[in-house]
């Protein structure tokens, strides 16, 4: 049995704000919901399942499901960081194959600009033995990139293309948190954080937030939407895992995509467009390697020279910005990676970044902490 | 010359007390498994690579090399070296090098376990030191 044709994306919405002082945090998950709804044609009496992370305050989805006004027969908690909402995809699709529901609602919103929030659980089996180390994401990340250099010679300058490929959509996005275009030069000069990673190597913080919904084949095709079925997905996890044979250079995603694309039945050489997670620059790089865009080791030439600037590179990625340079609400970029990939595929990206005849996508992600235990998520997504 | 950072009391359980005891007297301890004869770090019960009960505790001689390290920047303590040490014995440990250069720091650079002192009445904490081996 595979998950191809059995589910569409009929509605995506990525919340316009990027600061949030005067909203809760519920009220932008309500936002997100009736936003992705709307854009469906569909209302909440038709959700019958609803997915939510741990973003989602209070009691998991029984919290949000009664705020919400939902009525739902099937309900998924599933929780893996950043790249959870793709994974949602992919969940709710099996959930819909199974008869478990027919309308898939999943949000993601939350305020880390405007209020304190929690991001770790406490009392993980490790905490006593890492906590001490002041391991942060950028230190995380920066060792996976020192490592990539040391053992490929990726340079600076072939991380910052990534940033200046992103910063180049993002000055076409109204709600780009950074729409300014910047130059190599200007990645390489801005302030180290966590060596090899300057403050450019970085995403944004952002409140805001993201909602999809999933729904059955011959719910899709009732509406008024163009159909972007989910022809693939896969999913993984990576860490340490006892220490022998650590290897900062590849990333779960080395698993998740070839399993998403095994089930697609494509290659990479048949994507259109990629939404690849960018926490970091460096996280791009690795991902782009592990789906099989480029050999291992090859990223940093894949990506120099606007490889990824849509319209001249070959392969178009986060023409939205992504969360280099437009929005990483709560921390999680995975549902604005979801998100753009639908535009593409329906044609309703910004014309100065629309990817022509785009007909199949890839939308990755990793959720954690690449250089400790993360995990992977990847759907391929096909208009129809 | 980093600044000298202030570390969180480590809190041990009843599967791990041995280590932290062990660190108190300036001892590394990692587990060995006697089924699949595979170390491993952090320390567990069940062996993570077979799934075997019989982890037996093992002074580990505290050298290894430095896998890859980063340099944080910003922020309290800073700046301050994040790194994996491969002890010589297998096992990668997430780690600070202190009391050094953090800019002179590389990969495959020789460090050795250095504790340093967390909370008051508290284990201390496994950093590593450059060993200049």
Redesign the interface.
Known sequence: MSLRNRAYIAGAFEHPTRLAPDKSTPQLHAECAAGALADAGLSLEDVDGYFCATDAPGFGPISMIDYLGLKVRHTDSTEMGGCTYIQHVAHAAEAIALGKCKVALITLAGRPRSENVMRFRPGA????????????N???Y??????HM?EHGTTSEQLAWIKVAASHHAQHNEHAMLPKVVTVEEVLES???????HRLDCCVTTDGGGALVVVAPEIARSLKRPLVALRGAGEATKG?????G?D?TTSAAARSGPAAFAEAGVTPADIKYASIYDSFTITVLIQLEDLGFCAKGEGGKFVADGNLISGTGKLPFNTDGGGLCSNHPMFRGGITKVIEAVRQLRGEAHPAVQVPDCDLAVATGIGGSL??RHGAATVILERQ | MMSERRYPAPEPNAETRVFWDAAAKGVLKIKNCRACFRAHYYPRAICPHCGSDTTEWVTSEGAGEIYSVSVMRRGEGAPFAVAYVTLDEGPAVLTNIVDCDPDSLAIGQRVRIAFKPSEEGAPPVPTFTPSGD
Do not use: K, N
């Open positions: 089996p490790e905490s006593a033995f890492e906590q001490f180390v002041g391991l942060t950028h230190t995380s920066g060792m996976c990139a020192v490592r040391h302030p180290m954080i966590a060596d090899p990673l340490p895992s006892g220490g022998l650590l900062l250089g400790a």
